[in-house]
């Protein structure tokens, strides 16, 4: 069964089998590893509980990843994100203030640096990734046309930072690995129609675990997951299915707008 713990650690120890080095997203900027390199970015979107569990499968297999937290309640637990951090994890702030801000690009920029601030008061942050919030009109990426997040530390932004002519990018958006065919804004589209010619498609995380068995994935990776979807408890497994199935259709109605 997919988007259990279970998977997602054979997915872990088929990509050690593949012979990938594992790097948080800083250290990928910072001091890049030769050779076969992933890179594990988990968005804690909702229950941080289960983002959690997935830190400790990582611990268990020395594997270090980064986890980006919002700055809403159902994503910022601070005791979570103290045990993660002392877990050897980087630790990133998931911003999405051009939304609550509701478009004031100068407000969002104020909102993103106090909520910046707050998190480095628990754990030193470099890096940040935006929160697509696929309802609403507004990309918080736009708060960099008007500021600059390197005049705050930040050293880098997935969406800005990666060179993904050279990265493979797969998320887990829609509850699979193809699904940029519904998602608003995680998605490299600049690279998607490469990556489908050469066959880079992956629906199932078995997809990949065989694509990695078989030596026929690519040497640099990024990797997103949202750890909510991610568990072996079967009634959080089947709400989240079901969840995620309306949400789909909800996305897919945006995007062919």
Same mark, same amino acid.
Not at 35 to 63: C, M, T, Y
């Given at each position: 069964?997919?988007?259990?713990?279970?998977?997602?650690?054979?997915?872990?120890?088929?990509?050690? %089998?593949?012979?990938?080095?594992?790097?948080?997203?800083?250290?990928?900027?910072?001091?890049?590893?030769?050779?076969?390199?992933?890179?594990?970015?988990?968005?804690?979107?909702?229950?941080?509980?289960?983002?959690?569990?997935?830190?400790?499968?990582?611990?268990?297999?020395?594997?270090?990843?980064?986890?980006?937290?919002?700055?809403?309640?159902? !994503? *910022?637990?601070?005791?979570?994100?103290?045990?993660?951090?002392?877990?050897?994890?980087?630790?990133? @702030?998931?911003?999405?203030?051009?939304?609550?801000?509701?478009?004031?690009?100068?407000?969002? +920029? &104020?909102?993103?640096?106090? &909520?910046?601030?707050?998190?480095?008061?628990?754990?030193?942050?470099?890096?940040?990734?935006?929160?697509?919030?696929? =309802? %609403?009109?507004?990309? !918080?990426?736009?708060?960099?046309?008007?500021?600059?997040?390197?005049?705050?530390?930040?050293?880098?932004?997935?969406?800005?930072?990666?060179? @993904?002519?050279?990265?493979? +990018?797969?998320?887990?958006?829609? $509850?699979?690995?193809?699904?940029?065919?519904?998602?608003?804004?995680?998605?490299?589209?600049?690279?998607?129609?490469?990556?489908? $010619?050469?066959? =880079?498609?992956?629906?199932?995380?078995?997809?990949?675990?065989?694509?990695? &068995?078989?030596?026929?994935?690519?040497?640099?990776?990024?990797?997103?997951?949202?750890?909510? $979807? *991610?568990?072996?408890?079967?009634?959080? *497994?089947?709400?989240?299915?079901?969840?995620?199935?309306?949400? &789909?259709?909800?996305?897919?109605?945006?995007?062919?707008?």
């Amino acid at each position: 069964m997919d988007f259990t713990l279970t998977t997602y650690r054979e997915l872990l120890v088929a990509l050690q %089998s593949a012979g990938y080095a594992f790097q948080t997203f800083e250290q990928f900027l910072t001091h890049p590893a030769e050779g076969k390199v992933v890179v594990l970015r988990h968005d804690v979107d909702l229950r941080p509980q289960n983002s959690l569990d997935v830190a400790k499968i990582e611990k268990e297999l020395s594997v270090s990843s980064v986890y980006y937290f919002r700055a809403v309640p159902e !994503s *910022w637990d601070e005791d979570i994100i103290k045990q993660i951090a002392a877990l050897g994890h980087e630790i990133g @702030y998931h911003y999405e203030s051009l939304t609550t801000c509701k478009g004031d690009v100068v407000a969002a +920029y &104020n909102d993103f640096c106090s &909520n910046l601030e707050r998190l480095r008061k628990i754990k030193p942050v470099k890096t940040i990734c935006m929160h697509g919030s696929p =309802l %609403s009109k507004y990309d !918080s990426k736009d708060i960099w046309k008007k500021f600059s997040y390197r005049d705050v530390g930040i050293v880098g932004e997935p969406y800005f930072d990666v060179d @993904y002519s050279k990265v493979f +990018y797969l998320t887990d958006t829609g $509850r699979c690995w193809d699904g940029y065919k519904v998602s608003v804004r995680d998605k490299i589209e600049h690279y998607q129609d490469e990556w489908i $010619r050469k066959g =880079l498609v992956f629906h199932s995380t078995f997809d990949m675990v065989r694509a990695l &068995n078989s030596k026929e994935f690519p040497e640099k990776v990024m990797i997103t997951t949202h750890p909510q $979807r *991610w568990t072996d408890d079967r009634r959080l *497994w089947l709400k989240e299915l079901l969840l995620q199935s309306l949400k &789909n259709i909800v996305k897919r109605i945006r995007v062919n707008m």
